[in-house]
């Protein structure tokens, strides 16, 4: 699986959009990054995965840049309660029927009221 | 539907003591996880299940062992538990991935338990 690079910790005003880098300069063309986060030592939760194509959901969206090197995590009006950890991974699935994920240390997100 | 549970929520233990966590998913899912984290790290995985019967070892299996019980239960069993298994347990459930571009698959989202607080002594 590709390696990624995350900045260890960042900050944002709260109602701002909250942008997180994730570099991942090793990822091959079947390997999917995905997002999750965990809220103060609670189980992770699924945000968002993308290919190639830029993704959005409820939560948020993802930008892929086009030669997929890295990518972007927004959340476009962050509030107090999206203060955690957010993960991104890559994972290429082999389709066994099941495989773990493979967590780093994440960016610890804090929002400034 | 209450995802995933996880028993006990907390557990003290001596060096050398045993002791299951108990882990139930009610979403009907065919595959099901165990990670450990440590302070200030990621999660790592110890075993995993992709269907009832089967489990296949993880990142870090050592020290550990499992049981599919059924479809909705995973148990993760400390022989003989040791300090450096003093860590925050985590299950996990997914469906199948689903077949996407290029004939590659993706993975369904992982649902996770509130986790167990071990600590060994």
């Known amino acids: 699986d590709a390696k990624t690079t995350q900045p260890t910790s960042m900050d944002c005003a709260e109602g701002r959009a909250a942008n997180l880098p994730c570099n991942h300069s090793?990822?091959?063309?079947?390997?999917?990054v995905y997002w999750y986060r965990q809220i103060h030592s609670q189980g992770p939760q699924y945000i968002i995965h993308?290919?190639?194509n830029n993704e959005t959901n409820e939560m948020a969206s993802l930008i892929i840049t086009e030669d997929r090197k890295s990518s972007t995590l927004i959340l476009p009006h962050a509030t107090l309660r999206d203060t955690a950890v957010y993960y991104c991974i890559v994972r290429y699935y082999s389709g066994g029927g099941a495989d773990g994920l493979t967590f780093g240390k994440g960016t610890h997100l804090i929002i400034q009221p | 539907n209450a995802g995933v549970t996880q028993t006990p929520k907390f557990q003290v233990l001596k060096t050398g003591q045993s002791m299951t966590l108990q882990c139930a998913q009610d979403m009907n899912h065919n595959s099901m996880y165990w990670y450990r984290q440590d302070p200030g790290m990621g999660l790592r995985l110890i075993y995993y299940?992709?269907?009832?019967?089967?489990?296949d070892k993880g990142e870090v299996p050592n020290g550990y062992n499992v049981s599919r019980l059924n479809k909705r239960e995973f148990s993760l069993r400390l022989e003989s538990a040791a300090p450096s298994q003093t860590s925050v347990y985590f299950c996990?459930?997914?469906?199948?991935?689903?077949?996407?571009?290029?004939?590659?698959?993706?993975?369904?989202?992982?649902?996770f338990g509130p986790g167990t607080r071990l600590t060994v002594l």
């Open positions: 090793t990822i091959s063309g079947n390997e999917y």
């Open positions: 993308g290919l190639k």
């Open positions: 996990a459930s997914s469906t199948p991935g689903e077949l996407g571009l290029a004939g590659t698959r993706t993975y369904n989202e992982q649902f």
């Open positions: 299940s992709a269907s009832e019967g089967t489990t």
